[in-house]
């Protein structure tokens, strides 16, 4: 590294590490089950086995983004005691059981996978299978639910009293339901599908594009891009709801992601541009009164300016970028979506062509861009607290000499299983293409005109 050890900044880029590489398999593993849910619930109301055959070969891949998500999660369980030890200390208690019922969340989830997986064509109604998968798709919302309300804690702490520096008087369910947790768990769990759905669209429009013209591929795009498309208006109405939830508990975030210094009313919302060292915005374009819209619902809101707060209180304004990456993101999916299913219901309209086709392949990798550089603004929007008001970051960090090499070895760990997770899908998938399989179950090779 290029600077002077610090075990609290090592701390920090360990559990950024670590959190980053784990996020793709929650993600993936929160969205998924339910676009599982959806394809066989389809197959089997339409008797259609091209989508029961998408359900089955999900859900062969889901297992092994599971098994990923098991090792970086128990990964963050370690490091939590590890790297932030008098954050558990203090706050282990208030937050414990939010992340004991995220452990029996995901074990009820595990249960229902491996029965669902293992009698697929065991039961003479297909219905008797399909109702297994709903409990996975309930847990693995559940474990987003229950974790998330841990990270809502640290940005809107309550249910507890301080006594001497000690969190005491601890009510767990004042703890888990404050202020942030309504906006901020709607917004994980909704983005979570819409990021699934995008990156199972993304895998069918490679096939699409490739030549392979095959129904199956083309039921697959029109899925996923309508549950896509329902996902995404649902996260642009929390996200308004979010920017409320900011104005009144977390204003200072608020502000440094818009880069609002002065307080006014009908204050215009910041997008892109570049901060001069005088804190003078160039080259960014605003929409007048849209900030004020945001906070309150109306022009005439009077949105705090960063300039009101004590700069040690402030968090650094290059979350500006993330947070315009993630709305941009956020539209452009929207856009994509919402177009594919313009050009399916219009007659004469080929979704499936090369732009359309292009666009979608590119809001695959961007959706999990998106997922990243919303997780980036929440956490490091709220420095410098790592329990908002309550403990700052350096307090609560560890202050082992070791932390660096900590950092290599769990490197050298998420790329072994970046590499292995990537090849055993792709192997487990080329060596039983869709057309095979297809033969297999006597389905017929036809196309889509």
């Known amino acids: 590294m290029f600077f002077e050890y610090d075990p609290v900044i090592y701390s920090r880029i360990l559990t950024y590490v670590t959190l980053g590489f784990h996020v793709i398999f929650a993600t993936i593993g929160v969205g998924v089950p339910l676009l599982i849910a959806i394809a066989e619930w389809m197959g089997i109301k339409r008797n259609d086995p091209h989508y029961t055959l998408?359900?089955?070969?999900?859900?062969?891949?889901?297992?092994?983004?599971?098994?990923?998500?098991?090792?970086?999660?128990?990964?963050?369980?370690?490091?939590?005691?590890?790297?932030?030890?008098?954050?558990?200390?203090?706050?282990?208690?208030?937050?414990?059981?939010?992340?004991?019922?995220?452990?029996?969340?995901?074990?009820?989830?595990?249960?229902?996978?491996?029965i669902y997986l293992y009698t697929w064509d065991r039961f003479k109604s297909k219905m008797k299978?399909?109702?297994?998968?709903?409990?996975?798709?309930?847990?693995?919302?559940?474990?987003?639910?229950?974790?998330?309300?841990?990270?809502?804690?640290?940005?809107?702490?309550?249910?507890?009293e301080i006594v001497d520096g000690v969190l005491q008087d601890v009510s767990p369910l004042a703890a888990m339901f404050n202020p942030a947790t309504p906006t901020k768990i709607s917004h994980v769990i909704l983005t979570c599908y819409l990021t699934?759905?995008?990156i199972l669209g993304t895998i069918a429009a490679i096939h699409i594009l490739r030549g392979n013209k095959h129904v199956y591929h083309k039921k697959a795009l029109h899925l996923t891009m309508v549950t896509g498309v329902i996902f995404a208006m649902g996260s642009f109405l929390v996200g308004d709801l979010s920017g409320k939830y900011l104005h009144e508990y977390q204003p200072e975030k608020l502000a440094a992601a818009e880069w609002h210094f002065e307080?006014?009313?009908?204050?215009?919302?910041?997008?892109?541009?570049?901060?001069?060292?005088?804190?003078?915005?160039?080259?960014?374009?605003?929409?007048?009164?849209?900030?004020?819209?945001?906070?309150?619902?109306?022009?005439d809101t009077e949105v705090i300016g960063l300039n009101d707060f004590s700069e040690d209180v402030l968090p650094p304004l290059f979350v500006h970028y993330f947070f315009d990456l993630m709305v941009f993101i956020g539209m452009f999916l929207a856009g994509v979506s919402l177009l594919f299913i313009i050009m399916s219901m219009k007659k004469g309209w080929n979704p499936?062509?090369?732009?359309?086709?292009?666009?979608?392949?590119?809001?695959?990798?961007?959706?999990?861009?998106?997922?990243?550089?919303?997780?980036?603004?929440?956490?490091?929007g709220r420095q410098p607290w790592i329990i908002n008001g309550v403990m700052t970051v350096e307090e609560g960090a560890t202050t082992s000499p070791h932390v660096d090499l900590m950092l290599w070895l769990f490197i050298l760990l998420y790329a072994v299983l970046g590499v292995t997770c990537a090849g055993v899908?792709?192997?487990?998938?080329?060596?039983?293409?869709?057309?095979?399989?297809l033969e297999e179950r006597g389905l017929s090779h036809k196309t889509a005109q």
């Open 196 to 198: 699934s759905a995008f």
């Open 352 to 380: 499936f062509n090369k732009l359309v086709t292009w666009l979608i392949i590119i809001g695959g990798p961007l959706s999990m861009v998106a997922i990243q550089s919303g997780w980036i603004y929440a956490e490091v």
């Open 54 to 114: 998408l359900a089955r070969r999900w859900a062969r891949g889901f297992v092994v983004t599971v098994a990923v998500g098991v090792v970086t999660g128990t990964a963050i369980g370690l490091q939590l005691s590890l790297l932030w030890p008098n954050f558990m200390q203090a706050a282990g208690h208030t937050i414990g059981l939010p992340m004991f019922m995220e452990v029996f969340a995901f074990f009820f989830e595990a249960i229902f996978l491996g």
């Open 263 to 299: 307080t006014e009313t009908e204050a215009p919302l910041i997008i892109g541009g570049i901060l001069t060292d005088d804190n003078e915005v160039k080259y960014a374009l605003e929409i007048p009164y849209a900030l004020s819209i945001l906070a309150g619902g109306t022009p």
């Open 425 to 437: 899908l792709r192997k487990m998938f080329k060596n039983n293409p869709v057309e095979h399989e």
């Open 129 to 160: 299978h399909f109702l297994l998968i709903i409990p996975v798709a309930i847990g693995a919302t559940a474990s987003a639910f229950f974790i998330t309300t841990v990270n809502s804690f640290m940005n809107a702490p309550q249910g507890f």
